[in-house]
């Protein structure tokens, strides 16, 4: 073999191309879950974007720690997958090599290990739809948890966290959407309940309009008028409000006048008025939630009287229900009043006023020929009364029924007529009552010598082959209307209250009772037939009565509100501050206490100067002398006909300008008890050396400042006055009461 020439030399290899990279790389993380269910795991994915091979994937659990896991902490997949199943944030990176190229971590990713507690997201009001300006209150409950969880939210708007109620204090559109929450685990970050099931809440920006019914729309004497109040979604929690509308002829509008029992609402969509006897209009609105949300009133609903009474009057000349429309008509209003307005209401269209679509000249409204309509007439006084409402119908045809348009009374004598429009009452005619024909003979009229009530009905007349359209003829009958009085109206402590119904007419009459409560229209009847009735429940009291067979009514009674006096709920009245003498100029407070009470009283006070209702506190801001005298105070339960008795009186005594006052005891004293009395400058210090007096008579005379009596009886009360250095103070009563 020959020696190698040591200056020989191989080819070069082929060119091997390294690219060295400045930017160290860095994993990437993705997870195919960020949620593990209950009793799953989550498949995490690790990768590093780079063309060369042999990476390895280090994985690591928390945000504290660089310490990779073990297979005891996870299960590998593959390289570059792990399942995990516990809660945390996750993140990895890859290394190749001897030693170890390592990239940059991963950003991290939060797994949500779930629970399998239930979240539910419940609402207070349970309403889901609302109205713009309402508050609503959603609360995230966990079932079956406890009270270490935080809470997330996802609403329409944004996502909350951390508190369990969600509230929406002024809802508006914004609100409108989804809204579910989820609990998360104090000290447990990554531990979460599922999102509960979305609840949907829809907000409107238009306050709902109720619609008010009433019925019947034309009265007969005695019945009674039912209102009701229909509003979008009744069932949640709608409390329903009743007015009475009254007469603004300023701007020709209505005001609203609290019907009784609804000042709180009723939860009954319904009112019930008893015996009414005048047309009347009404309105109705709802309320619901804390504060109250209300929503609009409805538009006036009438209930319509033909009875003519003094205070308004509405006359039509011609004076029947059917016109032609060539024929001119005036309305006239007529009664005690200074002011009047004539308004009229199509079956088909609004209410509105004379001087819209006629000539209204003073009180009276002309309508001139082609420009009547069928509707319901009635006037309205500047002193907010209704008068009585006449039906008016305009006919096309070429003839007419001629009938009263005022109701007529059982007894009184009535003709009927039948009429061409060119103006002559007609002979021949056929009359016909509910379709039967009553008159064919050759008289021009329909006479009805003494109407009764079965003389009602709807009225008609035929001439010649052509006929009239119908009109309703209303017969009244004269019901009597009992009268229902009380020979008290508060029920004592285990005792009653004697109510008696009368009617003054003939006997064989039974008696009905019935009652109701200021928080319901409802009649709740009772049974006794008799005219005297003892009752021991407070309440509002009505009676009618009956007889014959049919049996015939007489109206309802006016309403008398008897009060039941609760036991154990003593009212007593405290002042604050604790002086019953006082000067001119002071502020002093009294407040009336019930004791065992709630909430739920209004306050009644008698006072030397008037009586006044309603709040327990009693503030004498500028004393003067017409404040002097006694104070007294009782409770009466709201919504319910419950009053306390009386508290003892507590006597106030004002003084002009004086310098000097009794210290005496504001309330009575029970024998055998020890009292102090003494004598104070304005300036408030207690004096010494005083002259002490009981009605009139000096009792001590040395160098105390208080008088003491160790045990007092019966001898010790009376009045008691105090004197220093000249100056007097105003004499008090002391009560001594017994044990």
């Known amino acids: 073999m020959g020696m190698k020439d040591a200056y020989s030399l191989t080819e070069w290899s082929n060119v091997f191309r390294l690219t060295v990279s400045s930017n160290k790389p860095k994993a990437k993380l993705r997870a195919d879950n960020r949620d593990i269910p209950v009793g799953g795991s989550v498949t995490l994915t690790c990768s590093v974007d780079s063309s060369s091979s042999g990476w390895k994937y280090y994985w690591y659990r928390g945000e504290k720690t660089s310490e990779p896991l073990t297979t005891q902490d996870a299960v590998l997949q593959s390289n570059g997958q792990i399942r ?139 019945d009674s008028v039912t209102l009701s109040c229909e509003v979008e979604h009744p069932s949640a929690g709608w409390r329903f409000y009743w007015y009475k509308t009254v007469p603004k002829l300023s701007d020709y509008s209505y005001i609203y006048e609290l019907l009784p029992g609804s000042i709180n609402g009723t939860e009954q969509d319904s009112y019930i008025i008893h015996g009414p006897t005048h047309t009347a209009g009404y309105m109705c609105r709802a309320g619901r939630g804390d504060p109250v949300y209300y929503t609009q009133y409805s538009k006036p609903g009438f209930v319509w009287s033909g009875d003519v009474h003094s205070a308004v009057t509405l006359k039509v000349s011609p004076d029947r229900v059917q016109h032609f429309t060539s024929d001119s008509v005036s309305l006239s209003c007529e009664g005690n009043f200074t002011e009047c307005r004539v308004r009229r209401f199509p079956e088909d269209r609004y209410r509105s006023d004379c001087y819209k679509w006629r000539f209204m000249t003073g009180s009276t409204c002309n309508i001139k020929r082609y420009q009547q309509s069928d509707a319901v007439y009635w006037c309205e006084s500047g002193s907010g009364e209704f008068s009585n409402a006449v039906n008016i119908t305009i006919q096309k045809a070429d003839i007419i029924l001629v009938s009263p348009v005022h109701p007529v009374t059982e007894g009184q004598s009535v003709t009927l007529g039948c009429k061409l429009r060119r103006g002559q009452l007609l002979s021949n005619v056929f009359f016909y009552q509910n379709d039967k024909l009553i008159q064919n003979d050759t008289r021009r009229e329909l006479k009805i010598s003494a109407v009764s009530k079965s003389d009602e009905g709807f009225y008609k007349c035929k001439y010649s082959g052509e006929e009239s359209a119908q009109s309703w003829m209303s017969v009244q009958v004269n019901k009597a209307k009992p009268t229902l009085t009380a020979d008290r109206y508060i029920i004592p402590v285990g005792g009653s209250v004697t109510l008696t119904c009368s009617v003054d007419s003939s006997a064989d009459w039974k008696y009905y009772w019935f009652r109701r409560t200021s928080g319901s229209s409802a009649l709740q009847s009772i049974t006794n037939v008799k005219p005297v009735n003892k009752v021991s429940e407070g309440g509002i009291y009505h009676c009618r009565a009956g007889r014959g067979d049919p049996e015939i009514f007489t109206e309802y009674s006016r309403a008398v509100t008897v009060r039941k006096t609760v036991p154990n709920k003593a009212a007593v009245v405290t002042l604050q501050p604790n002086w019953t003498e006082i000067y001119s100029g002071e502020t002093i407070m009294l407040r009336c206490e019930i004791h065992d ?47 306390s008795e009386w508290s003892a009186d507590i006597k106030l005594t004002v003084s002009y300008k004086a310098d000097i006052i009794l210290v005496s005891p504001v309330h009575p004293v029970t024998e055998g008890q020890s009292v102090t009395l003494g004598c104070k400058l304005k300036t408030g210090e207690l004096l010494s050396n005083v002259f002490f007096y009981q009605n009139d008579k000096l009792i001590q005379n040395d160098t105390r400042r208080e008088l003491k009596i160790s045990a007092v009886s019966k001898s010790d009360e009376g009045f008691y006055k105090c004197k220093y250095s000249g100056e007097e103070s105003a004499q008090s009563w002391m009560s001594v009461q017994g044990e």
């Open 84 to 222: 995990v199943s516990q809660g945390e944030s996750y993140r990895c990176r890859g290394g190749r090599g001897d030693p170890v190229y390592l990239t940059e971590y991963s950003g991290y990713i939060r797994i949500n290990k779930i629970v399998p507690n239930k979240a539910v997201v419940t609402l207070q009001p349970n309403w889901t739809e609302i109205y713009s300006g309402e508050t609503i209150m959603l609360r995230c409950e966990i079932h079956d948890g406890d009270t270490e969880w935080e809470y997330e939210w996802k609403s329409p708007r944004y996502t909350s966290t951390n508190n369990n109620e969600y509230m929406i204090s002024k809802a508006s559109s914004h609100h409108s959407g989804n809204y579910r929450c989820r609990g998360k685990k104090k000290n447990a970050k990554h531990v979460s309940t599922e999102w509960s099931t979305y609840i949907k809440l829809t907000v409107s920006d238009n306050k709902p309009a109720p619609v008010l019914t009433v019925s019947p729309s034309w009265l007969s004497p005695g």
């Open 597 to 643: 009470g709630d909430t739920e009283w209004e306050y009644e006070w008698k006072s030397p100067r008037y009586t006044s209702t309603n709040k327990n506190e009693y503030m004498i801001s500028d004393a003067s002398s017409y404040h002097s005298g006694n104070y007294r105070c009782r409770g009466r339960k709201k919504n319910a006909e419950h009053i």
